[in-house]
């Protein structure tokens, strides 16, 4: 079964930094793509970042260029996302996403909570 | 605030079609193909319709997508109470070098 587990969310203060992890199981991890999306409470899906399979391509949206940092480890089966000078914007639950083709995420991490609060 | 614009509610009674739109522009819907997400309440979102038009196995073929220039719709035919759900369209933006979501739409049976 594929599979996405993520974690590492936690409460934190404005400022702050925190670094969530996204586990991935049943498939070659090696050969997809893979997003971040949030979704702020009672929000909309908002996509946070992309990078491709050997890690060489990244984007971001601009709400947290320069703030966040994603990452892969492939020998791990893992995804990551560095997030620091978190804001109160940054609330949100946050998904991992396997990539299966341009905008086609499936399947969807079960979502870790991030708290920014004082 | 997202490029993508859907209607923020649709509701119809059991057995009727409902119709979602997802309005964009040439940088995104206009030259990508669209893919909508169906979001039970307290779960994570699931791909519901990709490239514009198709099914992944285990969707009903009540759910129907469709695209025209700028513009994406997804239709949901014999709606059920099961239906009951937010639903977003997503595309790449060229213009912004990402992705990008539409506002989201609940439905209510």
């Known amino acids: 079964e594929v599979q996405l587990v993520e974690s590492g969310g936690n409460l934190v203060q404005p400022g702050g930094s925190l670094r969530l992890s996204c586990a991935a199981s049943g498939f070659t991890f090696s050969n997809y793509e893979m997003n971040w999306v949030r979704q702020a409470p009672g929000k909309g899906l908002e996509w946070v970042s992309y990078i491709s399979s050997s890690g060489s391509t990244i984007y971001y949206a601009d709400s947290v260029k320069g703030r966040f940092t994603i990452s892969r480890d492939n020998a791990k089966n893992s995804l990551y996302l560095q997030m620091k000078s978190l804001r109160a914007e940054d609330t949100a639950v946050y998904y991992c996403?396997?990539?299966?083709?341009?905008?086609?995420?499936?399947?969807w991490g079960q979502g870790i909570l991030v708290t920014v609060s004082s | 605030q997202s490029v993508l614009t859907q209607p923020p509610s649709a509701s119809g009674t059991p057995g009727q079609r409902v119709t979602i739109s997802c309005s964009g522009s040439s940088f995104n819907i206009g030259s990508n193909t669209v893919n909508w997400y169906q979001q039970l309440p307290g779960t994570a979102p699931k791909l519901l319709i990709y490239s514009n038009d198709q099914r992944p196995s285990g969707v009903p073929d009540r759910f129907s997508g469709s695209k025209s220039g700028t513009s994406a719709s997804l239709a949901i035919s014999g709606l059920q109470s099961e239906d009951e759900a937010d639903y977003y369209c997503?595309?790449?933006?060229?213009?912004?070098?990402?992705?990008?979501f539409g506002t989201g739409t609940k439905v209510t049976v």
């Open positions: 997503a595309t790449w933006d060229d213009s912004l070098n990402g992705y990008v």
């Open positions: 996403a396997r990539e299966v083709a341009a905008a086609r995420f499936d399947p």
